[in-house]
C-alpha cells in the first residue's frame, strides 16, 4: 500500500536550513494499522502530510495505492487525496460555519462524489451524534468534535487514514472511545491506517509501532 524511497524533506527558517526526515527506505502493507512514534520534531506530522500529498519531497519517491505522489503535480496530489485518503487532523479543522452533519459531507464533497447525507448520518448516529447532527462546532465538546472530524476522515471509505494525535487533546476516557471507533472503522473498512501518537497506550493499539527517528 505504502512505499517510501530516499525521501527528504527540509524546511527554511529564517535562512537556516534544517533537515526534518531522511528517511531511505519504509513499507506499510495494506490494511495495516501502524503507529508513528517519537519526540516533539521528529517528523510525525511531516510524514503524514508527504503521505497525504499535502507535502512534497525535496527527493525520493512516495507510492501511495500504486500512485508516486512524489511524481504528481500539486493538482493530481489534491485529486488523489480527495479519492483515496482520509485524514483527521490534529486541531480537527471543523468549519465553524456548518453543522456536524454538513462538515462530514463536505468530506465526500472534496472527493468529487456527490454529498451523501445519508452516509454522513449513518457515520454520526453510529458516534452516538445523531442528536447533535446540526449543532455547529461550537456547540459541541471536544470529544463530539472529535468524532466529527473522524467520521469525515472516513466518508467515502477511504483507502488509506491518517490521524495526527487523534487522541491528544481529549480526557482517557473520551480518548479510549475515540481509539476504539477508529480501530473498529479501519478494520471494519478494511483500510489502511497511519497514525501519529505520543500516547504509548495508543501506540500498542496498532499491529507495528514505528519509531520515526529510527527511520532515518
Keep these: 500500500m505504502i512505499r517510501l524511497h530516499q525521501v527528504r524533506k527540509s524546511y527554511t527558517r529564517n535562512g537556516e536550513t534544517a533537515t526534518v526526515l531522511d528517511l531511505q527506505e519504509w513499507t506499510v ?25 499535502l507535502v512534497r519531497p525535496d527527493s525520493g519517491s512516495i507510492h501511495v495505492d500504486g500512485a508516486d505522489l512524489a511524481a504528481m503535480s500539486e493538482a493530481e496530489c489534491d485529486r488523489f487525496r480527495a479519492a483515496s485518503v482520509g485524514y483527521m487532523f490534529q486541531t480537527f479543522h471543523l468549519l465553524g460555519g456548518f453543522s456536524a452533519l454538513e462538515n462530514v459531507e463536505l468530506g465526500a464533497s472534496f472527493a468529487r462524489r456527490k454529498a451523501d447525507r445519508a452516509e454522513a ?11 447533535h447532527l446540526h449543532h455547529s462546532p461550537s456547540q459541541l465538546s471536544i470529544g463530539q468534535q472529535a468524532r466529527v472530524a473522524l467520521a469525515r476522515a472516513l466518508i467515502g471509505s477511504p483507502r488509506l487514514v491518517l490521524a495526527d494525535e487523534p487522541t491528544g487533546a481529549l480526557d482517557g476516557s473520551t480518548a479510549a472511545t475515540i481509539l476504539e471507533l477508529l480501530l473498529e472503522n479501519a478494520s471494519k473498512l478494511g483500510t489502511t491506517l497511519v497514525v501519529a501518537t505520543h500516547d504509548p497506550g495508543v501506540a500498542a493499539a496498532f499491529d507495528r509501532i514505528v519509531e520515526v527517528e529510527e527511520l532515518q
Excluded: D, I, P, Y
Design 121 to 131: 448520518r449513518q457515520l454520526l448516529e453510529g458516534f452516538e451524534l445523531g442528536s
Design 29 to 53: 502493507a495494506s490494511a495495516e494499522r501502524v503507529a508513528l512514534v517519537g519526540r516533539s520534531g521528529s517528523g510525525k506530522t511531516t510524514l503524514l502530510n508527504l503521505l497525504s500529498g
